[in-house]
């Protein structure tokens, strides 16, 4: 199934929490995504308002949502570095008028010297 490109600002959130709970858990509940945005965003959510939004990520394509007796279990389907791609992409495309450089130019802005130095390494790696 292909995944449509843009979540909303918690769609993003939560997907966050499950590609951070897929790392050390075998299997996510719907209580563990509240515990996980409890604990990393301070938010706080119902369990029907987060089952509303697994349906929609489910409907996009990004997760799957596996019934066993009382309980649904979370899986993702869509890879976070894929998704973290295709993210930067549409923001090239959209805020930079298709423009590496002027992307460039503009995250270089935002960093501190010791990050622009390792960030002239990686450039020098890549020449390797």
């Given at each position: 199934?292909?995944?449509?490109?843009?979540?909303?600002?918690?769609?993003?959130?939560?997907?966050?929490?499950?590609?951070?709970?897929e790392?050390?858990?075998k299997?996510?509940?719907?209580y563990?995504i509240?515990?996980?945005?409890?604990?990393?965003?301070?938010?706080?959510?119902?369990?029907?308002?987060?089952?509303?939004?697994?349906?929609?990520?489910?409907k996009?394509?990004?997760?799957?949502?596996?019934?066993?007796?009382?309980?649904?279990?979370?899986?993702?389907?869509?890879?976070?570095?894929?998704?973290?791609?295709?993210?930067?992409?549409?923001?090239?495309?959209?805020w930079?008028?298709?423009?590496?450089?002027?992307m460039?130019?503009?995250?270089?802005?935002?960093?501190?010297?010791?990050?622009?130095e390792?960030?002239?390494?990686?450039?020098?790696?890549?020449?390797?």
């Amino acid at each position: 199934m292909e995944h449509k490109d843009m979540l909303s600002g918690m769609e993003n959130i939560i997907m966050k929490s499950i590609w951070r709970l897929e790392k050390t858990e075998k299997r996510i509940t719907v209580y563990d995504i509240i515990q996980s945005l409890k604990e990393n965003y301070e938010k706080k959510y119902s369990r029907a308002t987060i089952r509303t939004y697994l349906t929609k990520l489910e409907k996009k394509g990004f997760i799957r949502l596996k019934w066993e007796g009382r309980y649904s279990y979370i899986s993702s389907l869509v890879k976070e570095k894929a998704y973290q791609k295709k993210q930067l992409e549409n923001m090239k495309e959209f805020w930079f008028d298709d423009s590496l450089s002027d992307m460039i130019c503009a995250f270089t802005e935002t960093i501190s010297q010791e990050e622009a130095e390792e960030l002239k390494d990686l450039v020098d790696k890549l020449g390797d």
